[in-house]
């Protein structure tokens, strides 16, 4: 059972564009959802994370928006560069259950 | 500071070999974790060890054996490698499970089973 699901599998922008990748969960324990962010031939690293008691972070160019009523938490890159092109992946977490992962999202930002 | 740092980047067995990854990691982490990505399938959680002296089983820990060494040592054994088991597999340490603080991953081993 996939207990974190993100979606699109893969997407495409130009640069300057505001990809967005969305992911669910249906455990109500979590109370961690960081994203990691991963270059090719490279371990993931963390990105940004926030925590259901806010509803916005922003890092940078980089915010997640947290639905905790739907749970569902999203990812936006504004102003995106092809330097950003990377997998990325989301998370969650609680006090009791160990870092569990989506599986994935393939940016490409063109030039 | 290296972080997490696995041996070895790369490495090919024949089916029915074994071998083992290491993994050391310096931040003085309780917790250590062992994943393999494939494509399409994101970061599977194999095992882990929340504390010294302790390990337990993921999502996917067939196949596989781990030594939680010392508080710095996390090791995964392939026993009897099979092609299935070709995968890059990640290391990943976190001050402790449960807590809400960042896993440092390291840089991955690509193993190849022919």
């Known amino acids: 059972q996939q207990q974190v699901k993100q979606s699109p599998q893969s997407l495409i922008v130009q640069k300057g564009g505001i990809p967005i990748i969305n992911c669910a969960y249906e455990n109500t324990a979590f109370d961690y959802f960081p994203w990691y962010q991963q270059f090719p031939g490279k371990g993931p690293a963390l990105l940004i994370a926030?925590?259901?008691?806010?509803s916005e972070k922003k890092e940078g160019r980089f915010t997640i928006s947290f639905n905790k009523s739907a749970k569902q938490f999203s990812l936006h890159i504004m102003d995106s560069q092809p330097g950003d092109s990377a997998t990325y992946f989301c998370a969650a977490s609680s006090g009791s259950e160990k870092l569990v992962f989506g599986k994935g999202t393939k940016l490409t930002v063109n030039p | 500071n290296a972080g997490v740092t696995q041996t070895p980047k790369f490495q090919v067995l024949k089916t029915g070999q074994s071998m083992t990854l290491q993994c050391a990691q310096d931040m003085n982490h309780n917790s250590m974790y062992w994943y393999r990505q494939d494509p399409g399938m994101g970061l599977r959680l194999i095992y882990y060890?929340?504390?010294?002296?302790?390990?337990d089983k993921g999502e996917v820990p067939n196949g596989y054996n781990v030594s939680r060494l010392n508080k710095r040592e996390f090791s995964l054994r392939l026993e009897s490698a099979a092609p299935s088991q070709t995968s890059v597999y990640f290391c990943?340490?976190?001050?402790?499970?449960?807590?809400?603080?960042?896993?440092?991953f390291g840089q991955g081993t690509r193993l190849t089973v022919v």
């Open positions: 060890s929340a504390s010294e002296g302790t390990t």
């Open positions: 990943a340490s976190k001050l402790r499970t449960g807590a809400n603080t960042e896993a440092f």
């Open positions: 926030i925590r259901p008691d806010v």
